[in-house]
């Protein structure tokens, strides 16, 4: 007799924990409905240590109120970014214990909710971002990503944040998982311009994105669709990854990493160049002009890679870094920087010039030695002017060329073409 008493005892106080359980939950949807949020989570906080004895339907139930509460304070700008990642996770055991159950009562709602907080974690995120807390930026991103796991482009672009921050060891966490991944970024691009205020408009590189797009220019709401190919980003992934190894000390670890990736990426040039920095942040020249040289094989007509050979080279042979520089120019006229570094190549000399001819006396063989050095100093000046007047004539603003060829012109003796360039540069 006592035995069942105990038995029917432990029943009744069941039933009455979970009718105190249900009256919880009314009691925060009540607290929310009259737009009190902050009450209904603190009831819902209160029942919590019960929720194990709870059934699915109630526990979906208290987790969607519970979402609904959070999503309501971050959408009043209370602690964003914490009630927004709360109500994501409330959201999320929604859907969670739905799909356990087999019955999806608050499941779509949850979704959509869900979506909802992706975007706002993606606009806090550019913001934060925007506003130099790369940190929180990274934070938000990954969140975003948390939530829809065939979205690495957010996964990508925490660690990017992440390394702006200087938060290493994240920013690597987050490049290794997009390597895992073998997330590449490479796609198409949709855009078309808005009608309403014609500017151009990115719709996204999903199949879905093309579709909205092109739906859109149908009823004329947008017009001049335009398609773009978005490159791979594996190379730079896998060049951060070996900077960030690099940086950390791990200097052969950088280098197996990369060793790895152009194994597995024979064809991969943008592999093949980060390969190549990393060296050339080593100070390893030979390593670098190796691996580019390798390249070149591939693409001849690569313009930077001939300059990047041109300012290797200038370190220990002249006369191939002018070689490279011109190259460089043949397949792109306009570029300024080979120009320059022609130029001073050229001016290289002066110093040691100059240094010798303060040094002479007044002999004879002294005067004739001047002429002589005179003479090499005309021809150096000579042989730099046209490359500084190419410079100046692609970047009319840029000072110190101006300087540097007004210095020029003052040592050829050309006096109206220094007098024409002060007068333009208002010196």
Same mark, same amino acid.
């Given at each position: 007799m006592k035995s069942r008493f105990v038995i029917?005892?432990? %029943? /009744?106080?069941?039933?009455?924990?979970?009718?105190?359980?249900?009256?919880q939950i009314k009691a925060a949807e009540k607290a929310l409905k009259n737009g009190n949020s902050a009450e209904a989570i603190s009831v819902l906080t209160q029942a919590e240590s019960s929720l194990s004895a709870a059934t699915d339907a109630e526990k979906a139930q208290y987790y969607f109120v519970k979402g609904n509460a959070?999503?309501?304070?971050?959408? =009043?700008?209370?602690? /964003? *970014?914490?009630?927004?990642?709360?109500?994501?996770?409330?959201?999320?055991?929604?859907?969670?214990?739905?799909?356990?159950?087999?019955?999806?009562?608050?499941?779509?709602?949850?979704?959509?909710?869900?979506?909802?907080?992706?975007?706002?974690?993606i606009n806090v995120a550019v913001d934060s971002g925007n506003a130099k807390d790369y940190k929180t930026a990274s934070k938000l991103l990954y969140q975003s990503y948390e939530l829809d796991k065939s979205d690495v482009e957010k996964l990508y672009y925490a660690g990017n944040y992440a390394l702006n921050g200087e938060d290493y060891d994240t920013a690597l966490k987050y490049y290794e998982e997009c390597k895992n991944l073998n997330y590449s970024g490479e796609g198409i691009g949709y855009y078309a311009k808005n009608a309403v205020n014609d500017q151009e408009e990115f719709f996204g590189s999903t199949a879905a994105s093309k579709a909205d797009r092109d739906s859109k220019v149908k009823l004329k709401l947008y017009s001049n669709p335009r398609d773009e190919k978005i490159p791979s980003k594996k190379g730079e992934i896998l060049k951060n990854i070996a900077l960030i190894l690099v940086q950390q000390g791990k200097i052969n670890e950088a280098k197996q990493a990369l060793s790895e990736a152009r194994a597995a990426n024979p064809d991969d040039t943008a592999i093949a160049m980060t390969e190549a920095n990393i060296y050339l942040e080593l100070n390893d020249?030979?390593?670098? =002009?190796?691996?580019?040289?390798?390249?070149?094989?591939?693409? *001849?007509?690569?313009?930077?890679?001939?300059?990047?050979?041109?300012?290797?080279?200038?370190?220990?042979? %002249?006369?191939?870094?002018?070689?490279?520089?011109?190259?460089?120019?043949?397949?792109? *006229?306009?570029?300024?920087?080979?120009?320059?570094?022609? %130029?001073?190549?050229?001016l290289d000399a002066d110093k040691k010039i100059i240094e010798e001819m303060n040094k002479l006396g007044t002999s004879e063989k002294d005067n004739k030695r001047y002429e002589v050095l005179k003479k090499q100093r005309n021809d150096m000046f000579n042989s730099a002017l046209p490359y500084l007047e190419k410079a100046l004539e692609l970047d009319p603003k840029n000072e110190e060329v101006g300087t540097t060829l007004i210095n020029v012109y003052g040592a050829l003796e050309m006096t109206d073409k220094k007098k024409a360039l002060k007068a333009k540069m208002g010196k």
């Open positions: 029917v005892a432990a %029943a /009744l106080l069941v039933s009455l924990g979970g009718n105190a359980q249900k009256d959070h999503m309501d304070l971050a959408n =009043k700008k209370t602690e /964003l *970014p914490k009630n927004l990642e709360l109500a994501a996770k409330a959201y999320q055991q929604v859907v969670a214990v739905e799909k356990t159950s087999g019955k999806a009562k608050y499941t779509a709602q949850a979704q959509s909710s869900i979506a909802d907080i992706k975007n706002q974690l020249f030979n390593m670098y =002009k190796k691996i580019v040289t390798e390249i070149l094989e591939k693409n *001849p007509n690569d313009a930077d890679l001939l300059y990047n050979l041109g300012v290797i080279a200038s370190k220990t042979n %002249a006369a191939d870094a002018e070689a490279y520089y011109k190259k460089a120019i043949q397949i792109k *006229p306009d570029y300024i920087n080979a120009y320059l570094n022609l %130029a001073i190549l050229k």
